[in-house]
């Protein structure tokens, strides 16, 4: 199961999950609409001061993510925290969601 609350992301451990992400120029509160070359960048951790993320996703002219079961089946049950970076085809970097609250549910089955 999938919860959404704000940019806290709630998943049963081993379940898929679609993460849409819209992005809104800062600079005026429009829509982005990702270019050719523009790459979205998902990464998980237990801390934020761990070196290498548990696991990464990355797409390149889309925004949604995929997160496959075996992306969660082998983690402890609780919370993580994610983040998700923009970088433009002509290489500027933005933080779209910042440092953020991902748990991991328990499962039954």
Do not use: C, W
């Amino acid at each position: 199961m999938l919860y959404l609350e704000g940019n806290t992301i709630r998943l049963t451990r081993g379940d898929t999950a679609f993460l849409s992400v819209p992005i809104v120029r800062a600079d005026t509160g429009e829509p982005y609409d990702l270019a050719e070359g523009d790459t979205l960048e998902f990464s998980l951790k237990k801390y934020t001061s761990d070196e290498e993320p548990i696991f990464q996703k990355k797409i390149i002219g889309g925004n949604t993510f995929t997160i496959r079961p075996d992306d969660t089946s082998g983690l402890r049950f609780g919370k993580y925290k994610y983040d998700v970076q923009l970088t433009t085809a002509q290489g500027h970097v933005f933080t779209v969601i910042e440092a953020s609250v991902f748990e991991v549910m328990e499962e039954v089955t």
